[in-house]
Nanobody, 125 residues
Framework: QVRLAESGGGLVQAGGSLRLSCAASGRTVSSVTMAWFRQPAGKEREFVAVFSWTGRNTYYADSVKGRFTISRDNDKNTVDLQMNSLKPEDTAVYYC??????????????????WGQGTRVTVSS
């Protein structure tokens, strides 16, 4: 089991940037595929981005492609989400998630067994 803790959320104006960080403990991030999901108020949780355990593959939701970048820092044991050109529709609680070790990327939330508590991002217009 890996324990995850997100940080970096907050309030930002449309067009601004935020960087979310997910700190992992109990397992090294280099051995697990990790992703970011988000859940807008009153809506279903949705996939945002994923970073494969091999470090060779990333995948983004169409809604964030070109604006968000997922990255991994093996030394810090973190996975970050750099969010640029933020829009009001990006407002949500953002969650970090991890798959069991050595599993490939997936955008399905059911494929992730460990989740953080979430960090709220609010983008004002």
């Amino acid at each position: 089991q890996v324990r995850l803790a997100e940080s970096g959320g907050g309030l930002v104006q449309a067009g601004g940037s935020l960087r979310l960080s997910c700190a992992a403990s109990g397992r090294t991030v280099s051995s697990v595929t990790m992703a970011w999901f988000r859940q807008p108020a009153g809506k279903e949780r949705e996939f945002v981005a994923v970073f494969s355990w091999t470090g060779r593959n990333t995948y983004y939701a169409d809604s964030v492609k070109g604006r968000f970048t997922i990255s991994r820092d093996n030394d810090k044991n973190t996975v970050d989400l750099q969010m640029n050109s933020l829009k009001p529709e990006d407002t949500a609680v953002y969650y970090c998630a991890a798959r069991p070790p050595l599993m490939p990327i997936t955008s399905s939330a059911s494929g992730y067994t460990d989740w953080g508590q979430g960090t709220r991002v609010t983008v004002s217009s």
